[in-house]
């Protein structure tokens, strides 16, 4: 099992693609900002200080409300930017 952490920074209005993971967890800190995360189908509000939790294979996004920035860690067998399996979300629902 191997870790890697990165920061991700999303301007307001801005999201990430629906994704899962077949290799990795990862753990999201919200180090600044306000957004919706959704992890299979469930939205949640996020800000400053919230931690989530996305096990390998749940369906997630998130966008941002305003500036956000989050510390990504990623726990696995794999850590490769391969191991997406990106869906199609639409916000405007």
């Known amino acids: ?30 180090v600044d900002g306000e957004g919706e995360i959704i992890i299979d189908g469930e939205k949640t509000v996020v800000k400053r200080g919230d931690t989530v ?5 749940q369906l997630h ?5 305003t500036k956000l920035t989050i510390v990504e860690t990623q726990i696995g067998s794999i850590l ?3 191991d997406i399996e990106r869906q199609n979300y639409d916000y405007t629902v």
Do not use: C, M, N, P
């Open 53 to 57: 939790l996305i096990k390998k294979l």
């Open 1 to 30: 099992v191997s870790a890697l952490t990165k920061e991700l920074v999303l301007e307001a209005g801005k999201s990430i693609s629906y994704q899962r993971h077949f290799h990795r967890d990862e753990y999201w800190t919200i």
């Open 61 to 65: 996004t998130i966008k941002a409300e």
């Open 80 to 82: 490769s930017e391969e």
